[in-house]
């Protein structure tokens, strides 16, 4: 089947860590996205990539690092730095603009918490 | 950046039709216009997307006017399982963001729609 894997499902830690989410997918898309979700709030985007050893900030990247090596993987960690990391992440994959539409596959989402 | 407001909530009975509206009073002129469907912790899907006047698709209907500044997503007949949150995304396809600038992939808040009997 092809999609978008995000593991672990769960994930906890302690304040002070760095934690790193993974994410990997067999659609052959060029395009990676990492968004937040926090309880009854929309999707802000942390990072894009929109191609392997490419990547851009989003709207809240502060505290975030990705790397994108591959193709297919597209982790990312969160930093001590990120004051509020506690959050569902959601990892998605877009297909290949054409000049008509565009849409971006979404994994299963990881919900970290961190105490 | 686009931003978008869509109502908070909505309630409808099973087999009605459904409009929820998005507005995006200064979309630009690259931007299209995409709906999500999200169940509870599970990622968005895709519903439909468009650029102007309408879409249709065998899920639901986009119509757009000619000012783009808002848009309504149509689900002709809802059932139980239609009970999710539906977000309006305003945004830009990958290759037209130009490189170091920040994203222009915005959702908005979401339009949680409860379905009953």
């Known amino acids: 089947d092809g999609g978008i894997t995000q593991s672990p499902k769960y994930l906890f830690r302690k304040e002070g860590q760095n934690v790193t989410l993974s994410c990997e997918q067999n659609?052959?898309?060029?395009?990676m996205y990492w968004y937040r979700q926090d309880p009854g709030q929309g999707l802000r985007l942390i990072y894009y990539?929109?191609?392997?050893?490419?990547?851009q900030k989003g709207d809240i990247a502060e505290g975030y690092s990705v790397s994108r090596e591959k193709k297919e993987s597209f982790p990312l960690t969160v930093t001590s730095a990120q004051k509020n990391p506690t959050a569902f992440y959601l990892c998605?994959?877009?297909?290949?603009?054409?000049?008509?539409?565009?849409?971006?596959?979404f994994g299963p989402g990881t919900r970290l918490t961190v105490t | 950046l686009a931003k978008t407001t869509q109502p908070i909530s909505m309630d409808s009975y099973e087999g009605q039709e459904v409009n929820i509206t998005c507005s995006h009073n200064?979309?630009?002129?690259?931007?299209?216009i995409t709906w999500y469907q999200q169940f509870p912790s599970q990622g968005p899907r895709f519903i439909i997307q468009?650029?102007?006047t309408k879409v249709t698709n065998e899920v639901a209907s986009l119509f757009i006017p000619a000012d783009r500044k808002s848009s309504t997503l149509s689900l002709p007949r809802v059932s139980l399982s239609d009970t999710a949150v539906y977000y309006c995304?305003?945004?830009?396809?990958?290759?037209?963001?130009?490189?170091?600038?920040?994203?222009?992939?915005?959702f908005g808040t979401g339009t949680r729609l409860q379905v009953t009997l």
């Open positions: 995304l305003v945004g830009v396809p990958l290759p037209l963001i130009n490189t170091g600038t920040a994203s222009k992939l915005t």
């Open positions: 990539s929109q191609i392997v050893n490419d990547f």
């Open positions: 200064n979309i630009a002129t690259n931007d299209y």
């Open positions: 998605a994959s877009s297909t290949p603009w054409t000049g008509g539409s565009y849409e971006q596959y």
């Open positions: 659609l052959n898309h060029d395009a």
């Open positions: 468009g650029y102007k």
